[in-house]
């Protein structure tokens, strides 16, 4: 797909099969990559929890984060959030890096943090409470039905990616 394509996007869903390391790892080039400087919504609906819990490593992911690009992005929806390391880090780079974000959703089973593991995921937290406490941040335990994508079938819209 040609660079045009995602300077002049305005609205992406991601599918993630799997939030793990590589998984963020590719959001983040996508997001380096492609000059998205026109997208206003951003969709992300991580996979149902997993039943037993995660065997990877607890490191940050110190990939080149996403540049500024995002000065645009105003609404983030993020279903099935779990409180994995890996989704929380996105959020958190979601949030330093979308200055014009209005509002950022996260539909989530458990509306208190899961346990977490290590100092960058501490400090991600109390990033993440802080954005909630200030109303940039909105925890909800369903969907709320007013902000969907404008084209939810993704067989059926081209700018719907799977990572």
């Given at each position: ?48 929890a997993p039943h037993e819990p995660l065997v990877d490593s607890f490191d940050y992911v110190g990939l080149e ?89 993704a067989s059926a819209d081209f700018k719907t990616f799977s990572c």
């Amino acid at each position: 797909m040609g660079g045009d394509l995602f300077r002049s996007m305005t609205e992406l869903q991601l599918i993630m099969l799997e939030m793990k390391a590589p998984e963020l790892a590719n959001i983040y080039v996508l997001l380096n990559k492609s000059g998205c400087s026109n997208l206003e919504r951003l969709f992300v609906q991580f996979p149902i929890a997993p039943h037993e819990p995660l065997v990877d490593s607890f490191d940050y992911v110190g990939l080149e984060q996403p540049p500024d690009v995002l000065e645009n992005l105003k609404v983030v929806k993020i279903t099935n959030f779990n409180w994995n390391r890996y989704e929380l880090q996105l959020v958190c780079i979601l949030l330093r890096k979308a200055s014009s974000l209005h509002k950022l959703l996260l539909i989530t089973p458990s509306l208190e943090p899961l346990q977490v593991h290590g100092i960058q995921q501490q400090a991600d937290l109390l990033f993440l409470a802080e954005a909630v406490a200030n109303g940039k941040v909105i925890l909800s335990g369903s969907d709320d039905a007013a902000t969907q994508p404008f084209h939810s079938d993704a067989s059926a819209d081209f700018k719907t990616f799977s990572c």
